[in-house]
């Protein structure tokens, strides 16, 4: 079985993300000039990722662009990336923002005035449209009242609290600093000073995780009157500590089985708690969507700025380089053109250190399989305005099989899948890579 841990870990690198490599053989379509193309569009406007890489310790399942230990480059990292927001903002002209989100590594670790001060340069550079969602990550230890209203009063409207898991065990063993007492309070705390968009993370399938423990999180989760739930499976990465131990034999392999059987006790009880599924790794009370992701599932364009943020833009997308300290030196002698405004992002300008453009098939394959994720599914005729060319005629003969197969239901006017192509969706996934000539 393709292991469900797999399947759901993709969301936490949207806007991260290893990019997609295309192998099936190519297709032929009609001409698409004029068509609008994913990603491609700035008319709308866009949602701004911000990269934050410090983190006080490195949790051992961990293999983001995240650093500890190098406190020292705050000052320096905090200036060069105001100097990088402006650099977009002045590349963009200065464009329209319906979502932003500081991400990381982490953001509540910086100091507030920090963090109010990277929020005022994005204000200047953009154009943050009335009623954006602004997103800060934040640990538990670092929520106090004193920043809570600090971050309030620089903005921001949402918070995303990780807090992984309410075991104290399984934090120990995640090398997490907070322990469960310190997450309920991180969103009291955050609810008392203003916040009255909360969502928090945690984590299944993890080493010396039961059903029991697993229940008892997401039972506190509901207690806490948390608007929104990411749940996310445990992907053992290459490199990472965890991944030694597990080879080493000093910590348990994770169980595919069980974590499925995790993932399929969150669906009823978060159903049965009133929360909305929709998207596979998320949940939310009605009318609590995460916004900013739902940008990246849409693929619609976005930016990212910070060491190591990917973009999708301008039929391209870029990579930052992923060294602090590289980036504190590039953006030191950037500089902006007005010439260039128009002009295709190209490897070598502020920060960016890949560039790939995006083909008109690869925009339909990551349409599709960003899309797929929602539990709205594909619109047949979304696909066909952005593309010029019906779903069926790209895809027909892959998304029947998926309907024989039970992993994809299409009831005509969409495709999305069924609550068994939620424990496998990578499978689904696949059938929608396409080639270029």
């Not at 866009?46 to 995240?66: G, M």
């Not at 499925?260 to 998207?279: I, K, R, S, T, V």
């Not at 899948?417 to 696949?430: D, I, Q, S, V, Y």
Request: net charge negative; with cysteine.
């Amino acid at each position: 079985m393709d292991s469900v841990l797999g399947t759901l870990s993709v969301s936490r690198r949207v806007g991260r993300r290893a990019l997609i490599k295309l192998s099936h053989p190519p297709l032929k379509f009609p001409d698409a000039i004029g068509v609008e193309r994913a990603g491609n569009d700035l008319r709308e406007p866009i949602a701004v990722y911000i990269h934050i890489p410090f983190c006080l310790s490195k949790c051992n399942y961990c293999d983001f662009n995240t650093y500890e230990g190098i406190e020292s480059l705050i000052p320096s990292f905090v200036n060069a990336l105001s100097s990088e927001i402006g650099l977009w903002g002045t590349r963009l002209s200065r464009p329209d923002v319906s979502t932003v989100f500081f991400g990381g590594g982490t953001p509540s670790y910086l100091p507030a005035g920090s963090i109010t001060l990277l929020s005022e340069r994005l204000r200047e550079a953009t154009n943050i449209v009335p009623g954006a969602e602004v997103t800060l990550e934040a640990n538990p230890d670092d929520v106090n009242a004193e920043k809570a209203y600090a971050w309030l009063e620089a903005g921001f409207n949402r918070i995303s609290i990780g807090i992984q898991s309410f075991d104290d065990q399984i934090l120990h063993a995640l090398s997490r600093r907070h322990d469960s007492d310190q997450a309920r309070l991180a969103v009291a705390t955050a609810r008392s000073a203003g916040f009255e968009n909360i969502s928090i993370d945690l984590m299944f399938g993890l080493p010396n995780q039961s059903l029991t423990i697993w229940e008892d999180s997401l039972k506190r989760a509901i207690e806490l009157e948390t608007d929104h739930l990411s749940l996310y499976g445990l992907q053992i990465e290459p490199g990472t500590p965890l991944e030694r131990d597990i080879k080493r034999g000093t910590a348990p392999t994770p169980d595919d089985d069980l974590a499925a059987d995790m993932y399929e006790m969150a669906m009823d009880y978060l159903c049965e708690a009133g929360y909305e599924h929709y998207e596979i790794s998320n949940w939310c009370k009605p009318g609590f969507r995460s916004r900013h992701n739902l940008a990246y599932w849409l693929n619609q364009p976005y930016l990212g700025v910070g060491p190591g943020a990917h973009s999708s833009m301008m039929d391209r997308r870029f990579a930052n380089m992923k060294s602090p300290r590289r980036y504190i030196s590039a953006i030191a002698s950037a500089s902006v053109s007005d010439e260039v405004v128009d002009a295709p992002v190209e490897q070598g300008e502020i920060a960016v250190d890949f560039v790939e453009v995006t083909s008109f098939e690869m925009a339909m394959s990551e349409t599709m399989m960003l899309g797929m994720r929602l539990s709205d599914g594909m619109r047949k005729s979304e696909f066909q305005r952005r593309f010029g060319i019906s779903m069926s005629g790209v895809y027909g003969q892959e998304i029947s099989k998926l309907v024989s197969t039970g992993l994809v239901e299409d009831d005509g006017d969409r495709i999305r899948l069924t609550r068994h192509g939620k424990l496998l969706g990578n499978n689904a996934f696949e059938s929608f890579i396409i080639a270029g000539d």
